[in-house]
């Protein structure tokens, strides 16, 4: 069974500009949730997509936004960038609800903003 | 809100030596528990897991014990291997319905010396 996919790996980008990640989930998983991680704030939830709808949004600026699709893909886009959006953001599906716990998670996608 | 505090690391100990990795969690109602673990360079995987208090969640020779009474879910493994070196991260899923997420403390890396 395929893992989590997440592309592109790494990219680069500078400041003011946007960028969209895209994450393939599990076959089968209908829940897709986002984190941001880097050394300084550990991991952060970002939002939970199920069933094509946004379910729960951390605290994190408009410019951060995402979008499920029907075959359960997400996509997470961030607008105007800034030095301190550069992370590793990783994406994980689950079966359910992200409530039960057990998730599956990507290699994540490195931004770097310069 | 939800919160996770994991000890301070890193840590470094040898092969076959005793682990300890200290969790202590905020929350309201009955959490949760969960303990990931991400390999170099690799997406955060579940390690184990306890749904409810005195519950033990064990895998791969790891073991940690929900513990209501001290709020605690400490991680232990009685030998470790070189093959254990990794972050290792401790969760929560709090809250109800559209409110639950998944929290992480900031992770420990662990190395462990042949």
């Known amino acids: 069974k395929a893992g989590v996919t997440q592309t592109p790996r790494y990219l680069i980008k500078t400041r003011g500009q946007q960028v969209t990640l895209s994450c393939s989930p599990i076959?089968?998983?209908?829940?897709v949730s986002w984190y941001q991680q880097t050394p300084g704030q550990g991991l952060q939830f970002l939002f939970e997509?199920?069933?094509?709808?946004?379910?729960n949004k951390g605290n994190f600026p408009g410019r951060f936004s995402g979008r499920q699709f029907s075959n359960s893909r997400s996509e997470m886009n961030v607008s105007t960038l800034e030095l301190g959006d550069s992370a590793l953001y990783l994406c994980a599906s689950s079966m359910d609800r992200v409530t039960a716990g057990e998730l599956f998670f990507g290699e994540g996608s490195r931004l770097t903003v310069l | 809100g939800d919160s996770v505090t994991q000890m301070e690391g890193p840590v470094t100990l040898s092969e076959e030596a005793f682990l300890t990795i200290n969790c202590t969690y905020t929350a309201t109602g009955y959490p949760s528990l969960f303990w990931y673990v991400q390999y170099p360079g690799e997406g955060l995987q579940l390690l184990l897991k306890?749904?409810?208090?005195?519950d033990k969640g064990s895998n791969k020779g790891f073991e940690a014990t929900y513990r209501k009474e001290t709020t605690s879910f400490h991680l232990e493994k009685g030998s470790v291997q070189v093959s254990d070196s990794a972050v290792y991260f401790c969760a929560l899923v709090g809250g109800s319905g559209a409110n639950s997420k998944l929290t992480f403390g900031k992770g420990i890396t662990l190395s462990v010396r042949p």
């Open positions: 076959s089968g998983h209908r829940s």
């Open positions: 306890a749904t409810k208090a005195d």
């Open positions: 997509y199920f069933s094509e709808t946004q379910r």
